[in-house]
């Protein structure tokens, strides 16, 4: 089964920069690969998404200054956040699913395969 490992995360002040990787065991040529958040009790929360086909998505609290890209050899998912916000706090995850050229929905169910997460705080 594909697995997905989160980096990146830390602690940044307001309008910094952050990047998070996302590095996967095989290639992600054939998959759709996300990224969500979510903050301690609350929901987790669709940030962006990236394929083949797909336009590059981001849900439109990032729009503008989140950037999601992969590597040359497509092992490899990143998330440039800039001019953070306090809001952006939040654990970051990575998610894949096989087998379609377009970003499906941001829903949980449509997500098959899914990192252990990272850990962002926005704070001065």
């Known amino acids: 089964q594909l697995q997905l490992v989160e980096s990146g995360g830390g602690s940044v002040q307001p309008g910094g920069s952050l990047t998070l990787s996302c590095a996967a065991s095989e290639s992600l040529a054939y998959y759709a690969v996300a990224w969500f958040r979510q903050d301690p009790g609350k929901g987790r929360e669709g940030v962006s998404c990236i394929s083949t086909q797909s336009k590059d998505e981001y849900v439109d609290s990032v729009k503008g200054r989140f950037t999601i890209s992969s590597d040359n050899s497509q092992r490899t998912v990143f998330l440039q956040m800039n001019n953070l916000k306090p809001k952006a706090t939040a654990d970051y995850f990575c998610?894949?699913?096989?087998?379609?050229?377009?970003?499906?929905?941001?829903?949980?169910?449509?997500?098959?395969?899914w990192g252990q997460g990272t850990q962002v705080a926005v704070s001065s």
């Open positions: 998610a894949a699913t096989y087998g379609t050229t377009m970003c499906p929905p941001l829903e949980l169910n449509k997500w098959d395969h």
